[in-house]
């Protein structure tokens, strides 16, 4: 039997969805700022799609706040139940596989993009992560650098 949440409660549930989804537009901007200053344009359509979407979001909450009607609310709440299924479809096409790629030490894990024929419905871009040699073997963007040994990584970090 389905339930009908208080108002406050739904008002808490929107309220954390707007801090949740400027928190995705904050970070997916200096996402985008980065990678437009090292010329990887994949990785600036990435987060720019992502960061729309996430925007998108935004609105629909604060459509959904402001409703002054019961069917007003039910139409915004059917575009924010759209709009939150893209956004995290997105969010997966960016992230996903990303953790269960181990490279080796002195590699770097790069997302390539991945084929039209790979991707899921609803995906605008996707990753396909791997691990590369080089910052020139990724035809994506690049992620971590992977440190030689752990000396090197407590060396970077400031730990002695």
């Known amino acids: 039997?389905?339930?009908?949440?208080?108002?406050?409660e739904s008002m808490v549930i929107l309220?954390?969805?707007?801090?949740?989804?400027?928190?995705?537009?904050?970070?997916?901007?200096?996402?985008?700022?980065?990678?437009?200053n090292r010329r990887e344009s994949f990785?600036?359509?990435?987060f720019t799609i992502l960061r729309s979407r996430a925007q998108v979001v935004q609105r629909d909450v604060s459509s959904v706040r402001r409703a002054r009607t019961l069917s007003d609310a039910s139409l915004a709440g059917k575009r924010l139940d759209e709009h939150l299924v893209s956004l995290?479809?997105?969010f997966q096409a960016a992230a996903g596989?990303?953790?269960?790629?181990?490279?080796?030490?002195?590699?770097?894990?790069?997302?390539?993009?991945?084929?039209?024929?790979?991707?899921?419905?609803?995906?605008?871009i996707a990753c396909k992560w791997a691990c590369v040699s080089s910052a020139r073997a990724c035809g994506g963007f690049l992620g971590p650098h992977i440190p030689?040994?752990?000396?090197?990584?407590?060396?970077?970090s400031g730990s002695k």
């Open 1 to 8: 039997m389905k339930t009908r949440r208080s108002s406050s």
């Open 15 to 36: 309220r954390r969805m707007s801090s949740t989804t400027t928190a995705i537009n904050r970070i997916a901007g200096r996402l985008v700022r980065l990678y437009q």
């Open 43 to 46: 990785g600036v359509r990435m």
């Open 88 to 90: 995290v479809i997105q």
């Open 97 to 124: 596989g990303y953790g269960a790629t181990h490279c080796l030490p002195g590699t770097r894990i790069c997302c390539q993009p991945k084929r039209s024929q790979d991707m899921l419905p609803g995906e605008q």
């Open 148 to 156: 030689q040994s752990s000396a090197e990584s407590r060396q970077r």
